[in-house]
């Protein structure tokens, strides 16, 4: 009787296997701003189910990024989640956009001011 495991799948482009949790870690110009329904208690569990410990500094931005600090094989590292759980890691997490702050904010151009009136 010959028995078979599962043939593990490709990532797709730009994203890559984490160790055995399997959970998918990704470029973190894949991760998608959005309405994220993911409870503080499940992220923290996803970013463990990734390798990551002493998980800190949690926080849902207006984005829908879940941001925090945690540590993997002996070094600290910025982590985010999007809303399709998927993780990226590292200095780039800093780059994400930030709905409803200043920063990256620019002023409408000039054709979007109203006109005084005469």
Partial sequence: MTTSSPTPTSPARGETRADAASTTIVDVGTLEAGANS????????????AGFTGIRALVKDDAGFWRARGMRNGSATDLAMDFRGRIAVGPGIATLPHQGSARGATSAPPSATPATPR
């Fill in 38 to 49: 993911f409870t503080e208690g499940q992220a923290t569990a996803r970013f463990e189910d």
